[in-house]
Structure formats: C-alpha cells, structure tokens
C-alpha cells in the first residue's frame, strides 16, 4: 500500500465492490455497473488475473480505481488499461498520478511488457503528456460488405482463449456482430471476427458490417471520429515495431467500450 496524504492507493478485493460501483455511478450510472459487472471484469476475467486499484480516503472511501486484464501479444505480455475513474470531488493530479505509478510498478513485478489502452482524447492527453505514455495511433470505421483480413494476419493482435470468447460474447464461434443504434439508424458493428480472415455481410443477413478498418490506421489523429490507441513500453526486451500502428491489427473487441450482453 502506498500512502499519499489522507489517501492510500491498494488493490482491490471483494468487499469494495459496492464502494466502486458507487464510485463509478456518481455521474448517473450510464454504463450500468452493478457488483455483478464488476466481479465480470476483475474476478472471472479467464485470461490470468484482472488488476483492479483503488484510491481509498482516510474515511475509507474508494475516491479513484484504474484497471488493467493481463493479455498476449505475440511474445510479449502485456496490461489492458480500462475504468479509469476519479471522485468529481477529488479530480486533479495527485489520485490519477499515484494510481498510475502504482500501476506501472505493480506490472514491472509481474514482467509485464507494456501497457495497452483505448482512452478518450482528454485521458489520452494525460496520459501522454505526464504519464509518458505514447500515442500509438487512431482507428476509423469502414464499411463494407465483404471484409478481408487476410493482408494483416501477420500483424501484432492481441491473442485471446476459447475461453475468453465465451466470457465477452456468450458464445463460443464468432464473427460477433453487434447491433446499434444511434440516431433512429442501426448499424451492425464487427466486434471480433473470431479468427476468420473473411468475413461476408450476406452469411449474416446483413448488406454491409462496420469495421475498424486497418487500411485507414494513422498515426496521427484524423479529422472526424476515431479510436485513439495509447501504449507504455515498461520492458526493455520490446521490439520498437511494437509502437508502430501499421504493424498492428486492433478489433473493437479488443476493447472495453463494445459489449454485446446486456448487464
């Protein structure tokens, strides 16, 4: 445990779940988190052990949390960052800035090589600019009716179990295609295509799929919306292609924004 002033940063256990539920509801709750979406994501995460960090008030309260899933990229082990969150009543640097030292030390412990995240452009410019993180690069849709994936199955990718697929969609054979609505107009987004380096809108009824779309990858940030992607290299042994965005192939999937059940 590390102790800043009246908060102390520590990892969390069963008995916070209901603090940090009401931690991240303290905005409205728009993400629907409850102790059971929670223990889904830092309990009976199947691909190794889930990290979750609390900032905790001398009162008890758990005031910040940042999470991170162990993944594989290829040879290289690494840390998916994810529900990044500070008490409206504690925002400022100090919390985020020991959550994240502790963070990174408590992953040098377990050899991990880099961290991996998909923040929005305002944590994006925190963790960038103080933290060291690095801008790895933005994804944009496609749309299309077929998909062909085959010129990138060389890539890095985050690699996943049967298991893990079960765990985030339900169900075990993909391509995993998500419904949604925005605006009165669907839109039927490829979360994962389950390791098929084709996929055909036809074979699931559809005329057209969006796509995060590795044709339109950059390194820079695009005009419209887009994806950022950051990355922290805390390894010595990681190969400086790892920090080039063309050498990767990323799914919506892949991150935590896109789910398909319903909590």
């Not at 500070?86 to 994240?100: A, D, N, W």
């Not at 490829?190 to 995060?212: D, R, T, Y």
């Amino acid at each position: 445990m590390r102790i800043m002033g009246h908060v102390s940063v520590r990892m969390a256990d069963a008995g916070d779940w209901k603090d940090v539920v009401d931690l991240f509801s303290s905005d409205g709750n728009p993400y629907g988190w409850s102790r059971e979406k929670w223990k889904h994501y830092y309990v009976d995460y199947p691909e190794g052990e889930a990290l979750s960090l609390v900032a905790v008030a001398q009162d008890g309260k758990v005031v910040g949390h940042y999470g991170l899933q162990p993944v594989s990229v290829g040879e290289y082990s690494a840390m998916l960052g994810m529900h990044a969150f500070v008490s409206p009543q504690f925002r400022g640097l100090t919390i985020i800035s020991q959550l994240m030292k502790h963070v990174v030390e408590e992953c040098r412990s377990r050899s991990v090589d880099f961290l991996i995240g998909f923040a929005n452009p305002q944590f994006e410019q925190v963790l960038v600019t103080l933290f060291k993180w690095r801008a790895l690069g933005y994804l944009k849709f496609g749309v299309s009716a077929g998909i062909d994936f085959k010129p990138y199955k060389e890539r890095y990718r985050i690699k996943y179990s049967d298991e893990w697929f079960v765990w985030k969609f339900a169900k075990a054979k993909g391509p995993y295609i998500n419904r949604y609505e925005k605006d009165g107009e669907s839109f039927h987004q490829l979360l994962k295509a389950g390791g098929a380096l084709e996929v055909e809108a036809n074979e699931a009824g559809l005329s057209e799929i969006h796509f995060w779309d590795p044709a339109l990858y950059s390194q820079r940030r695009p005009e419209g919306w887009c994806q950022g992607v950051q990355i922290k290299v805390i390894s010595e042994n990681v190969d400086d292609r790892i920090l080039e965005i063309d050498n990767w192939f990323i799914e919506m999937g892949d991150s935590d924004t896109f789910e398909v059940k319903s909590w």
